[in-house]
């Protein structure tokens, strides 16, 4: 079993930072690529930033600039580093680990619960 366990979430001003981090846990050989998406309320999911296991990098057009994702292999752990926030950013935030391997021969993907990333006055 695998886990996604995400960290970082909260209130912040508009122009404020803050510092998501999501750590995968469990019967784990690799993972192909981490990322982040995120839900605002009556919204679709959508793609934030991912990163793959050599280090590509793929964002989505709306936080290009402002936000930064970076990975820790040996850690299993994906960080989406959030500048200049806006109150538009404000939705609860998805760590994604695409492609896990847990076995020989099994692929799966996995979902962490998700955190709360608020930009207001």
């Known amino acids: 079993q695998v886990q996604l366990v995400e960290s970082g979430g909260g209130l912040v001003q508009p122009g404020g930072s803050l510092r998501l981090s999501c750590a995968a846990s469990g019967s784990i050989f690799s993972i192909y690529a981490m990322g982040w998406y995120r839900q605002a309320p009556g919204k679709q999911r959508e793609l934030v930033a991912t990163i793959t296991s050599g280090g590509s990098t793929n964002y989505a057009d709306f936080v290009k600039g402002r936000f930064t994702i970076s990975r820790d292999n040996a850690k299993n752990t994906v960080y989406l580093q959030m500048n200049s926030l806006k109150p538009e950013d404000t939705a609860v935030y998805y760590c994604?680990?695409?492609?896990?391997?847990?076995?020989?021969?099994?692929?799966?993907?996995?979902w962490g619960q998700g955190t709360q990333v608020t930009v207001a006055s």
């Open positions: 994604n680990a695409d492609r896990v391997r847990i076995s020989i021969t099994h692929f799966n993907d996995f």
